[in-house]
């Protein structure tokens, strides 16, 4: 059976891009279409290779970053379970194996990733991105069109092998290439035409119009055929905005219509958008002579973001590492796996992070953690590039004459350190600053500075807790790494003293600390220094190193955010993966795959019943970190058993939790008074007031009454129950339940979960990659869905137990309807079809159960498909064909079929073919050359503006032709026909 063989020691890199679940749905194909033998005999063969376990082995062996899964252990686990079964029974595990292995790609690596928001608050405390600025030629004569640094495209700008996220031309504008390895790639910023091109004479081009003018031969001022190197150009158009050329996106000059691009500029600093910059403009000549404004070259300014990267290669990970947790790093900083297989140091605290039993453990690891990962980047921090900063020190000694020898004395180095506070100095002494260039006491003779006793060695996250511009400075060492940007830039002004009397002139000794865009001088001076022997160390303090209060917050900011991050990704594979794994997948031949939580629910209830304060803690972490995921795929909790157990805390454990920063409670809207910072685990009692969270994680249920419910901050979840509820997800990634009765719920920024429940609901994601669950029951819903995001997924997932036969797709205007014939019930989804679905509205996806995945392009093809019944019927901006069939229709745009009925056709803008066929038809040909049949009927067809041809038909008809040049048909047994030709 040749390619059939199933092989078992094939990991990733033998599979390619094909995942282990496709490649056993073909192996299982590949032998069905192969087979010779009796049906029996292939079952029993499977069964030998795939049963008994083998399989279930087999992926627990296959050991690659999505297996870190909770649900991948239940899937071996169902495995496990499997009998023998049929040929097509394979086929239908394997493609659920692959509906969830689409789930898991979804959802688990976004846990993996640091969060932007590291980045975000980082550069609002350094204020400045670096530019890169390519040669881009604007093919569609609208202007230079772009897209942001946001990690959508990733490039090599400076070819050190590292790509990081840019700026970048948009699909229909080219930047200038040239393959200078002929590779058919465009590997680095030395093959656009850029400051990172190489001239000729072997130095750096300062922009893309000089780069391109060391090609100009014969020095006329333009690239064209009469230059040598004109044929390699070639004009790069990304269609798809990654950052990586293909063959199809490289383009000749030609190709392009471009004769030659004239090297002269005119010089401009205009935002062309997402915050490029074009620095200079000039044109090109077009093959057809023309020039000028229909065509434009921009030296553009695309903005940089070293924080998305990717790296050219890839670290092995040694056996004994393979089960530690794993994520992605950011900025210089590599994914955490490929770090601690660099750093033996890193290794260990990752193994002690994974054996920690409870938040407060591995909470005190992380620190450490990030600052061994940092450490490991090899990136080198902003201590370290102060301490190998050296001043070269001259002086010159006069002769008598005016004439004299300069003579080089040596060098003098800088060294951080840290000051004392004004505690450890004693009260009421302070510390003099050594910055602003009035110099200052601090171990200004080059010996050991009395005040500022600390090293680079000590400036550690959590040492100095006590002096926020100190702790700021230590975080800013790690931040650097994650983000991989110097915060800070240290240039020297070499010492040049010219003494023309002694040897006692003042020594002055400068550096220039740049942070962004914010310079700052830093000078050491003293009368009376030996200029022959000047000190060997200059001393830098904390106090140097200034930061405004607001630099301190955003700092601060940018580090929780890179803890958070981390902490959710580490403990959902290491403390909380003990309850998820406890989540089991059954297997059914009938119904598919179908998890069951009911394992994890006992071990979450244990645990609370034998160690409460601990108990609680980890169910709230699950909540923050897993909630949305898994409560998307049928999690429910046991609200009663959960509000018994917090009713049962003692005071002394209600204690504990408060002190740790939780705050539990089944109380009184009134008396439940939880601080800013607490995460909370509320039971709200009888009530039709507001039930309000903190800024961290809220796991809130309501009462029987109608209430106003708001997380804020915070993954939360927020549980209306009873009543007509209002809930407020706020920012977050949040899961928002309303519970029976009409509630409305409101998702606010975030990757938020929501469902409305038994009753009329309104369901409204805004900002963030939402998920919105339905299941038989839950009432007529409405989604109200708009955002503009580039990279977001919204997607309606209805759960078990609907399928896609029993959902009929209709449109209203510009609403999507989606009726269950089975119950009645519907969810309309507003605006879906807005701007032909591409207006902000529509969903990504409409998923079901078994694993179907309806797409946008999916939708808008079953909302055109007509039945026996009254159908509206709209076409899209493209080329539709649309037949109503029987019944009275409605439809709108393109190549359009009215069938039996008196029907209302419209063809809307465009040249349109537009038939009403049997039945008293009204047939619209709107703007464009339309084609206009009224068929059988008393019909009445309107051309519109137009050159239209219309006929009416068996029948009584009139026909109107409107603006243009309009031909009117008729044949013997048309009918009697009134003809309106006002033009």
Not at 307 to 313: G, I, L, N, S, V
Not at 455 to 474: H, K, M, N, Q, T
Request: charged letters at 25%; hydrophobic letters at 35%; a negative charge.
């Amino acid at each position: 059976m040749g390619e059939s063989v199933w092989c078992w020691g094939c990991g990733p890199e033998e599979l390619g891009n094909e995942s282990i679940f496709d490649a056993l749905g073909n192996f299982v194909e590949n032998i069905k279409s192969d087979w010779t033998g009796t049906e029996a005999e292939l079952n029993e063969l499977l069964h030998d290779i795939l049963g008994d376990g083998v399989l279930a082995e087999t992926l627990a062996d296959w050991n690659y970053e999505a297996t870190n899964s909770p649900l991948w252990a239940a899937t071996v686990y169902a495995l496990y379970q499997v009998p023998a079964m049929s040929a097509d029974g394979w086929l239908m595990i394997f493609e659920e194996l692959n509906n969830l292995g689409h789930w898991i790609g979804q959802n688990i690596p976004t846990l993996y990733d640091i969060e932007v928001a590291v980045n975000d608050f980082f550069e609002s405390a350094l204020n400045w991105v670096p530019s890169r600025d390519p040669l881009i030629l604007d093919l569609d004569g609208d202007g230079i069109e772009t897209i942001g640094a946001s990690g959508q495209a990733l490039f090599d700008h400076d070819g050190d092998g590292i790509k990081h996220a840019t700026g970048w031309a948009a699909p229909d504008d080219g930047i200038l290439v040239r393959d200078l390895n002929g590779n058919g790639t465009i590997d680095n910023g030395r093959e656009l035409f850029g400051e990172n091109t190489l001239l000729k004479n072997g130095e750096k081009a300062t922009d893309g119009f000089s780069a391109l003018a060391d090609l100009d031969d014969n020095q006329d001022g333009i690239v064209d055929a009469n230059d040598a190197a004109f044929d390699q150009l070639k004009v790069w158009r990304d269609l798809n905005s990654d950052g990586q050329s293909t063959e199809n996106e490289l383009f000749s000059l030609a190709d392009v219509g471009i004769a030659g691009i004239n090297t002269g500029k005119t010089l401009e600093n205009r935002h062309v958008g997402n915050n490029n910059f074009s620095t200079a403009k000039g044109s090109f000549i077009k093959t057809d002579g023309s020039e000028g404004e229909t065509g434009a070259a921009a030296n553009l300014n695309f903005s940089e973001n070293r924080f998305f990267r990717e790296f050219p290669d890839k670290i092995a990970i040694p056996e004994e590492l393979q089960d530690l947790p794993g994520m992605q790093g950011s900025g210089a900083v590599r994914d955490l796996k490929e770090a601690a297989a660099q750093s033996g140091q890193l290794a260990g605290i990752l193994k002690q992070y994974q054996k920690a039993q409870t938040r407060d453990e591995q909470l005190a690891l992380l620190d450490e953690l990030l600052q061994s990962w940092a450490d490991a980047s090899g990136f080198k921090h902003f201590v370290d590039r102060l301490n190998d900063t050296v001043f070269e020190n001259k002086y010159k000694i006069h002769n008598g004459n005016g004439k004299g020898k300069w003579i080089n004395a040596g060098d003098t180095r800088l060294e951080f350190r840290i000051t004392k506070s004004a505690e450890e100095i004693g009260s009421g002494v302070s510390v003099e600053s050594t910055g602003g260039g009035g110099g200052g006491n601090v171990g200004f003779e080059g010996g050991e500075p009395t005040n500022a006793p600390y090293d680079g060695g000590d400036l550690v996250v959590g040492r100095f807790a006590d002096r926020p511009s100190v702790e700021a400075l230590a975080k800013i060492k790690i931040l650097e790494a994650f983000n991989h940007q110097e915060f800070f830039n240290f240039n020297p002004e070499p010492l040049i003293e010219e003494n023309q009397e002694d040897e006692t002139r003042t020594f002055d000794a400068s550096v220039t600390v740049e942070t962004g865009a914010t310079r700052r001088r830093i000078s050491r001076g003293r009368r009376g220094i030996d200029m022959s022997r000047p000190p060997a160390v200059r001393y830098i303090t904390d106090k140097d190193l200034q930061l405004s209060q607001q630099q301190i917050e955003f700092i601060n900011e940018s580090y929780q955010s890179l803890l958070e991050s981390v902490y959710n990704s580490l403990v959902a594979q290491t403390r909380l993966k003990t309850y998820t794994d406890e989540a089991k997948l059954s297997i059914d031949i009938n119904k598919g795959l179908a998890i069951d939580f009911s394992g994890m629910d006992n071990k979450i209830s244990e645990k609370i019943s034998s160690d409460p304060v601990n108990g609680f803690i980890d169910f709230i972490d699950l909540i923050k970190v897993r909630g949305g995921d898994l409560y998307s795929k049928g999690w429910e909790i046991n609200k009663t058993q959960l509000q018994q157990q917090v009713s049962s805390l003692t005071a002394e454990h209600k204690a504990t939790l408060a002190s740790k920063g939780f705050a539990v409670a089944v109380d009184d809207i009134s008396k439940f008074t939880p601080t800013s910072k607490d995460h909370v685990l509320y039971f709200g009692q009888e009530s039709d007031g507001q039930i309000k969270g903190t800024a961290n994680t809220n796991i809130l249920f309501g009462s029987n009454g109608n209430e106003s419910i708001n997380g804020y901050g915070g993954n939360d979840l927020l549980v209306g129950g009873l009543g007509n509820d209002y809930l407020y997800g706020s920012t977050g990634d949040d899961v928002l339940d309303g519970g029976d009765g009409d509630d409305r719920l409101y998702g606010g920024a975030g990757n938020d979960t929501l469902r409305g429940g038994a009753g009329t609901d309104v369901l409204q994601g805004d900002a963030g990659n939402d998920t919105y669950l339905f299941a038989a029951g839950d009432g007529n819903t409405s989604i109200s869905n708009y955002d503009i995001g580039a990279d977001r997924q919204d997607i309606l997932r209805f759960m078990e137990g609907i399928v896609p036969s029993d959902v009929v797709t209709t449109r209203s205007s510009d609403h999507l309807k989606l009726t269950l014939q089975s119950t009645g019930e519907v969810i309309t989804v507003s605006n879906y079809f807005n701007k032909d679905g591409n207006g902000g509205y529509a969903l990504n996806a409409i998923e079901f159960a078994d694993g179907t995945r309806w797409d946008i392009d999916t939708i808008k093809t079953l909302a055109q498909q007509a039945t026996a019944n009254n159908d509206y019927l709209y076409g899209y901006a493209n080329e539709d064909t649309l037949n109503g069939l029987d019944g009275n229709d409605t439809a709108g745009n393109d190549t359009l079929s009215g069938g039996a009925g008196n029907d209302n056709v419209q063809g809307q803008d465009g040249d349109d073919v537009v038939s009403g066929d049997a039945g008293n038809d009204y047939v619209y040909g709107q703007n464009g050359n339309d084609t206009l049949h009224g068929g059988d009927g008393d019909d009445r067809l309107y051309g519109g503006a137009g050159n239209d041809t219309l006929r009416g038909g068996a029948g009584t008809d009139v026909l109107q032709g409107d603006a243009g040049n309009d031909t009117y048909l008729f044949a013997a047994g048309d009918g009697n026909t009134s003809i309106s030709n006002y033009d």
